[in-house]
């Protein structure tokens, strides 16, 4: 973790509202969450993060609040805040809601503004295949979602970007983890938007609402079975150490 020159010296009359410091507070701890340099179940201390981003403990406390609040982190008995683990379960809930409004967003694209989707849509399949050949996590999931983003867009249902909004920070820490993991991923997640892509700017709605949900489905199995297989793992080693005893 690294001091950010953005968030120093808060009390001058030149520095960002108190409100804007908490927001770069959250969006710095959550991006050392995400890439993995803060792993499931370590401690936050109050002190140290503020140190490290060169801030008083105030906007780190209410940080980690708000990150508490959105499911980030999570209290942990005699250790204060840890950052919360991903559970298989919870995953595969999110992923199936994921499915189905992802699916219905690519259909009403498809039917609503494929022209749109043919002339904006291929630049941001193009940052996205930049980013996978790149390799840097961050640059990765901004494109994901951006696309994503963009789909919402011209899908014309305002209703449906705000269902899904709540959810996409757990997302962006799914998709760092998965991306973090298996490095031929992000090729093929690029290949699938491409598709989607083509099927929405040709009007095919049927197709596009298929391959969407298909491209979520595939996404979730393999995380969903690589959490339950982390979590097989870790009780059994509890089993193994109340055995030792």
């Not at 992802?102 to 749109?116: D, H, Q």
């Not at 197709?207 to 996404?219: G, N, P, V």
Request: hydrophobic share 45%; no cysteine; charged share 30%.
């Amino acid at each position: 973790m690294k001091g950010d020159p953005a968030m120093a010296g808060e009390t001058d009359d030149r520095s960002p509202t108190r409100h804007r410091l908490v927001e770069q507070v959250y969006g710095a701890i959550f991006s050392e969450i995400t890439e993995g340099r803060l792993a499931p179940n370590t401690r936050l201390i109050q002190d140290e993060l503020a140190d490290a981003y060169g801030v008083s403990r105030q906007p780190v406390q209410q940080a980690l609040l708000l990150l508490r609040n959105h499911g980030i982190v999570r209290d942990a008995p005699r250790r204060g805040l840890v950052v919360a683990p991903l559970e298989a379960s919870f995953v595969q809930n999110l992923y199936e809601v994921r499915g189905v409004l992802e699916g219905l967003t690519s259909r009403l694209a498809a039917e609503r503004n494929p022209a749109r989707a043919g002339r904006e849509g291929p630049p941001l399949v193009a940052a996205g295949r930049a980013a996978a050949q790149g390799g840097a996590v961050a640059e990765l999931i901004a494109a994901d979602i951006a696309f994503h983003r963009f789909l919402g867009e011209i899908a014309d249902n305002p209703i449906i970007v705000e269902t899904a909004a709540p959810h996409f920070n757990h997302l962006r820490r799914i998709m760092g983890e998965v991306l973090r993991e298996d490095e031929a991923m992000p090729a093929r997640i690029w290949d699938e938007h491409a598709a989607i892509l083509d099927a929405i700017a040709a009007g095919e709605a049927e197709k596009a609402d298929r391959l969407s949900r298909q491209h979520i489905a595939r996404a979730a199995t393999i995380f969903v079975d690589r959490l339950k297989a982390q979590e097989d793992a870790f009780a059994q080693e509890a089993r193994s150490r109340r055995v030792r005893r």
